[in-house]
């Protein structure tokens, strides 16, 4: 069980495009999600909070409106980089949090690689 | 405030080694303690956790005791295979209502035949 998926698994688009990223919880219902940036070799960093039903909380320094996140239902969060650029390249990876009864445990999706050309 | 350290890397051992990776955090309250694991080109996976002092999480081999005298949750394997090599993340997580969880940066080991 708890299980999350990502789609797509990398994706290579031209610079000024925009891109979107699905994460998905198949066998529970995710109240929140996150999505975080990771660089090579460096540890990952949390972008944005995603409640189901209402509006993400973005990290300092992350750009809301380069970073749409929209969590519609509570199985379904999905990340789009707006007119993405090559600094935009990255991989990015979503977790999301068991929202049936107390659970303090993040289960991660397998991550997106984004290249921007 | 609220952080994690572990011991850089990387680390290299041949295999049937001894592995210690250790984890220290600083936190307020008492919050649940995570490995999770990380293959190459993949997202991570929980590897083990512990919810409150004194508590042993164990998955795989692998173990780690949570102590609450010395902030510490240090990895343990007694014998580790090329199988095992990876990069591990130790990570608390916030005991407040955001959930969210902090992680240290992360140690590569790789195991050699």
């Known amino acids: 069980g708890a299980v999350v998926s990502q789609h797509p698994s990398w994706v290579i688009c031209k610079s000024g495009t925009s891109v979107k990223i699905e994460c998905r919880s198949l066998d529970f219902q995710a109240t929140t999600m996150f999505w975080y940036r990771q660089f090579p070799k460096q540890s990952l960093m949390l972008m944005a909070t995603s409640n189901e039903g209402s509006k993400a909380t973005y990290e300092q320094g992350v750009e809301k409106d380069k970073f749409l996140i929209n969590h519609a239902s509570l199985t379904l969060s999905t990340l789009t980089v707006t007119s993405a650029h090559p600094e935009d390249s990255s991989f990015y990876i979503c977790?999301?949090?068991?929202?049936?009864?107390?659970?303090?445990?993040?289960?991660f999706g397998p991550g997106t690689r984004l290249t921007v050309l | 405030g609220n952080s994690v350290t572990q011991m850089e890397g990387p680390v290299t051992l041949s295999e049937e080694a001894f592995l210690t990776i250790n984890c220290t955090y600083t936190a307020t309250g008492y919050p649940s303690l995570f490995w999770y694991v990380q293959y190459p080109g993949e997202g991570l996976q929980l590897l083990l956790k512990?919810?409150?002092?004194?508590d042993k999480g164990s998955n795989k081999g692998f173990e780690a005791t949570y102590r609450k005298e010395t902030t510490s949750f240090h990895l343990e394997k007694g014998s580790v295979q090329v199988s095992d090599s990876a990069v591990y993340f130790c990570?608390?997580?916030?005991?407040?209502?955001?959930?969210?969880?902090?992680f240290g940066s992360g140690t590569r080991l790789l195991v050699r035949p």
């Open positions: 990570a608390l997580i916030l005991m407040d209502s955001s959930y969210k969880l902090i």
């Open positions: 977790s999301a949090r068991d929202g049936a009864g107390y659970t303090d445990t993040q289960y």
């Open positions: 512990a919810t409150k002092a004194d």
